[in-house]
T-cell receptor, first 118, second 112 residues
């Protein structure tokens, strides 16, 4: 089945630094990937839609200059949290849809990346 | 605006019991509904996907039902096991086919 890999699975950084999280579709191509954020004991909230070869689409309230998204290939999207602050500490999860399953409307999720900003 | 709610927020049951998790959504114009499992600190695992034309889906000890008209879905877990302990999330498509509205989740604990 379709597999989505995220790296790193967890990261700790100092306030003010930037952190990059990668999302890869291992055995399929994805023109679109999705980035979610999950705060402790809360559900997932969509942050942005990553589009291969074009700009990402951000949800209302999500700062595009703070959360930089790059989708340079059909198998890789990256989320960079710039000038991270403690309030950015969260669990970030990406997802992608296997183009081969166009009729199934099923998203495959990565294992998530836990960011802790000190 | 679609809102997805899950009740209860947390549930503890002894091993072997059958249980039902509930999911409700405010906009019934959906074309499918998914149930996911999330283990602590982990990503999501898709359990069941019900198309709008279906009333239920079964996978092993899991059975999910969908009633679009009333805006409800249930996830039935038979003969619960400690390994079933996790947070269960329901989700419905949002806008395009690929975005999902997630419910608030039910944290299940199965006590040995």
């Amino acid at each position: 089945g379709a597999v989505v890999s995220q790296h790193p699975s967890w990261v700790i950084c100092k306030s003010g630094t930037s952190v990059k999280i990668e999302c890869r579709s291992l055995d399929f191509q994805a023109t679109t990937m999705f980035w979610y954020r999950q705060f402790p004991k809360q559900s997932l909230m969509l942050m942005a839609t990553s589009n291969e070869g074009s700009k990402a689409t951000y949800e209302q309230g999500v700062e595009k200059d703070k959360f930089l998204i790059n989708h340079a290939s059909l198998t890789l999207s990256t989320l960079t949290v710039t000038s991270a602050h403690p309030e950015d500490s969260s669990f970030y999860i990406c997802s992608a849809r296997d183009l081969r399953s166009a009729g199934a409307n099923v998203l495959t999720f990565g294992a998530g990346s836990r960011l802790t900003v000190l | 605006k679609q809102e997805v709610t899950q009740i209860p927020a947390a549930l503890s049951v002894p091993e072997g019991e059958n249980l039902v998790l509930n999911c409700s959504f405010t906009d019934s114009a959906i074309y499918n509904l998914q149930w996911f499992r999330q283990d602590p600190g982990k990503g999501l695992t898709s359990l069941l996907l019900i198309q709008s034309s279906q009333r239920e889906q079964t996978s092993g000890r899991l059975n999910a039902s969908l009633d679009k008209s009333s805006g409800r879905s249930t996830l039935y877990i038979a003969a619960s096991q400690p390994g079933d302990s996790a947070t269960y999330l329901c989700a419905v498509p949002r806008g395009g086919a690929n975005n999902l509205f997630f419910g608030t989740g039910t944290r299940l604990t199965v006590i040995p």
